[in-house]
């Protein structure tokens, strides 16, 4: 009889933990954090990005609801509702600037309280105007903030301003303000590295520099940018550990400087392959270098793609000539619009080449530069992406370089933020 009881209290005794393990196992899928991710269907920089930050996201023991828009959208009610029906902590949508309008409008009114969280392309003026007056906690990753402390960063932003505020054209195409964004910090980098390569070049090369000769010294290239240290990895990307998060204000006035998130980085310096053919030369009889700008001036990027121009601009506006064999070399831009359009990148980048440019500079918008990097590859002519994340821009194209951070490390950073969100809001309710 002992026995039976002793087997009684020992099965109570198990089934009892069992139902706790249970139970520990419900709490635990409760405390999950949640996050609703937008993308637009066929945009390789959205779904790139949003893939990055999913993988992230559940590889760091959150839970992850995705679901894709077609391009053209501009009523997204329903997919927010989608958001708080799966009880969404966060909602990452990284998409451009222009489906932000539309995106916030919605998200006001259906009082969406959790944070959105998007890419570098919302740091944007309308962005925030889509903000002003509402309640919404809009956050967002970039390469650059303008609080910056290093006397570098400083003194480009209080110049960057004035060039604006005294240029009405250049005020325009920055968004109607004097805003310092991230990409136009890019743009400005990207300049100074391709003038830094072309001075390089010359040193060794004399007047009798080539495109390649630009793109064999860009490989050994280390550059004080205002973004930060520049320096190309073996496929020609920007060696970066750190991203800028940012928050849109509620009275529509600027970003506020959140934090800077970190990731591991472990890239190297890459070294240059060994290129072939006779590359582009060099305008010796006008004493001219011309650098091409390959960037969307209409069309949905439009607006990243104006920013990035003005940075250009501005860098241009500073340091413009180049001596080369003792005599002066006037820098001057060849600018085109590539109409924010994939389709379009080809004949652009035809022209570009064709224009005389040893160099070129873009794109905003990585389906463009995708596109465009086979014809400069084959021209043998060096390009700089400032902004363009998406890993395939430089894979396979050894004269594709960018200035920006990619969309994997970016997508990591994004979901180290949100978690720290979750985290952050459950703290204060305990």
């Not at 509402?134 to 060039?163: H, M, P, R, W």
Request: hydrophobic content about 40%.
């Amino acid at each position: 009889m002992k026995r039976i009881l002793s087997l009684v209290v020992i099965l109570s005794l198990v089934l009892s933990c069992a139902v706790l393990a249970t139970s520990c196992k419900e709490k635990d899928k409760k405390a999950i954090a949640t996050a609703y991710v937008l993308a637009e269907k066929g945009n390789t920089y959205s779904i790139g990005l949003a893939n990055s930050f999913k993988i992230a996201f559940e590889d760091k023991g959150g839970k992850v609801v995705m679901e894709t828009y077609p391009t053209g959208t501009t009523g997204f009610s329903d997919y927010l509702k989608k958001a708080k029906e799966v009880g969404a902590d966060v909602i990452f949508t990284p998409n451009s600037a222009i489906m932000a309008d539309d995106f916030l409008k919605n998200a006001v009114d259906l009082e969406i309280n959790v944070p959105i969280l998007a890419g570098d392309t919302w740091e944007s003026p309308n962005v925030l105007e889509a903000v002003k007056d509402t309640q919404l906690n809009v956050y967002c990753s970039t390469f650059f903030n303008e609080t910056e402390s290093s006397d570098i960063a400083k003194q480009f932003t209080e110049g960057f301003k004035q060039f604006v505020n005294y240029n009405s054209e250049y005020y325009e195409m920055n968004g109607q303000s004097d805003i310092v964004t991230a990409v136009a910090a890019l743009g400005y980098d990207a300049y100074n590295i391709a003038l830094s390569a072309i001075r390089s070049a010359a040193e060794e090369k004399g007047a009798k520099l080539t495109s390649i000769d630009i793109a064999n010294a860009l490989w050994k290239t280390e550059h004080n940018g205002v973004t930060g240290k520049i320096s190309f990895d073996e496929n020609g990307d920007a060696i970066k550990n750190s991203a800028y998060i940012i928050k849109a204000l509620n009275d529509g006035s600027a970003f506020d400087f959140v934090k800077v998130q970190s990731v591991s980085q472990k890239s190297k310096m890459g070294t240059a392959p060994e290129y072939e053919g006779e590359g582009i030369t060099i305008d010796t009889e006008n004493k001219k270098i011309i650098i091409g700008v390959f960037e969307p001036i209409t069309g949905d990027f439009s607006i990243g793609g104006k920013q990035e121009i003005v940075g250009i601009r501005y860098a241009n506006s500073l340091d413009n000539t180049v001596i080369i064999d003792g005599e002066e070399y006037s820098v001057e831009l060849y600018v085109m619009d590539n109409g924010s359009l994939p389709e379009n990148a080809v004949a652009i980048a035809t022209k570009i080449i064709e224009g005389g440019a040893v160099i070129t500079l873009g794109t905003y918008g990585s389906d463009i530069a995708i596109a465009a990097a086979p014809v400069f590859d084959e021209a043998l002519m060096p390009v700089i992406g400032p902004s363009c994340t998406n890993p395939a821009v430089t894979e396979d194209n050894d004269f594709y370089f960018r200035t920006c951070f990619l969309d994997p490390f970016q997508g990591e950073v994004m979901a180290d933020f949100a978690l720290s969100l979750v985290t952050d809001s459950e703290n204060s309710e305990d």
